[in-house]
């Protein structure tokens, strides 16, 4: 299934601003948020581009200067959890064409990425030519990470509510960010833990292409979607 059948499907059966199985309960339950920490949880932990590079961010830079690409994403994700809750997924199934334009910008993004890591060297203590990424840069790549897009998607029409639904898109929203923050951050934590084990530069090359390669290995959904 593509990005754009799944928002399509997402939004055929339109209720307000976004879309509701036609057995949805109208409150923000217990039961319900604990499934929708569940399923942050899940999508939060599980390997993905955003994951990928904070594991190769936390090797090369430490966790102190992976901190703002930490905060980058959950930024990014909050701010596109709002814009979709709020109706931009309907004008990608009005405008199908700009999913496509998405597609191939955020693949091609991933490239870029991915050969940037690559040919990522150690990182001496004294600083270096390579950079973590920024805040900015980590906010505005979630615009185009398909595992982010669905993520906030599956969010909002299985787990918000319709009735306060301003009130409810804030607490999913801040339901992901408890989640979601501890969740990335191990994985940033993990490429601190194996900084240490990586005790030469060819190591160090040897584990960049390795992330590199995973993160090319991330676009197989939208090449076979």
Known sequence: MTLFQFVAKCHAHKLGTVSFPAKRSLAMTPDLLLA???????????PGPNNIMLLASGANFGFRRTVPHLLGIMTGGFAMLLALGFGLGGLFVAVPELHMVLRYLGGAYLLYLAWKIAGSGAVKPGGGAERPMTLLQAAAFQWVNPKAWVMKLGAI?????????????????????????????SWAGFGVAMRRLLSSPAQVRAFNITMAALLVLSLYPLVTG
């Open 36 to 46: 929708l920490a569940a399923f942050a949880f899940v999508t939060s932990i599980t």
């Open 157 to 185: 029409t299985t787990y918000t509510p319709q009735d306060g639904f301003f009130v409810n898109i804030l607490v999913v929203g801040l339901v992901f960010y408890l989640v979601n923050l501890p969740s990335i951050a």
